[in-house]
């Protein structure tokens, strides 16, 4: 069988690294996409490669720009070949309650977060149409779900990556391609673990299973999403949030 070739955004923070790490365990040739401004990308691969990751392969580029978009496909496809999987998952937040939310605020996240769908997804859906075999994954919130104080941009987008999965999953469904979306919680990367002690033991205290996801838990999720065994399920939502909110 022909090695699968998995196209990562935001490869390089806590979700995407369990992600890239998921993929090449099983077996498939992973393709890191990582923002420019990004200062440690020759400590993630170092770290990578201690852990035994040797093979991926970067790409550097603004997703909320479509003209670098292009440029990481052409050279992932140089590189590594015809994209067969394609992760959504660059993301940022700039949170402010909306009184005080300035335009500059909602147009990063919604670009970043939802824009950014349309402009890797243009690269890579019509060609894994066409092979008749495909795989998109998009990673939403569960905030994208229930809303969430202080943050409308980021819940306004996350919301909009549900819809944009479920309209892309029936123009696709007959071809071959499933596009599926992830809704996580609060998932235990560095970023939130460096979050004061106090304030996270307050987050913890409200998810009923009285922890934090753990990243790799949302890695497996895209690994059985990317497998032949998820290949009946398309337009889905998959809430990973240890029962923090029920859809």
Not at 66 to 84: I, N, R, S
Not at 174 to 186: C, D, E, M
Not at 214 to 237: D, F, N, Q
Request: aromatic share 8%; charged share 20%.
């Amino acid at each position: 069988m022909t090695q699968r070739i998995a196209f990562v955004t935001g490869a390089m923070g806590g979700l995407g690294t369990a992600i890239c790490q998921a993929f090449a365990n099983d077996g498939y040739k992973v393709v890191a996409a990582y923002h420019p401004q990004f200062d440690d990308k020759n400590a993630w691969l170092a770290e990578m490669e201690a852990a035994g990751y040797k093979d991926f392969i970067c790409v550097a580029g603004d997703v909320s720009k479509l003209e670098d978009c292009q440029a990481m496909a052409a050279e992932a496809e140089a590189k590594a070949g015809p994209v067969d999987i394609l992760v959504n998952n660059a993301g940022i937040t700039r949170d402010k309650f909306f009184a005080k939310m300035e335009k500059d605020q909602w147009d990063a996240v919604i670009n970043t977060n939802l824009t950014s769908l349309f402009n890797m997804s243009k690269q890579f859906s019509a060609k894994m149409a066409e092979r008749g075999w495909g795989r998109i994954i998009n990673i939403s919130s569960v905030n994208g779900i229930k809303g969430q104080a202080g943050q409308t941009n980021y819940s306004a987008a996350k919301a909009g990556v549900i819809g944009f999965t479920k309209a892309l999953a029936q123009e696709m469904a007959a071809k071959g391609v499933t596009v599926n979306a992830i809704a996580p919680g609060y998932v235990a990367t560095k970023m939130v673990m460096a979050i004061r002690e106090d304030i996270l033991k307050g987050i913890v205290d409200t998810i009923p299973m009285k922890r934090l996801c753990k990243p790799e838990e949302i890695g497996g999720a895209c690994s059985y999403i990317a497998s032949e065994l998820a290949a009946y399920m398309t337009g889905a939502t998959l809430s990973i949030n240890g029962g923090l909110y029920f859809q």
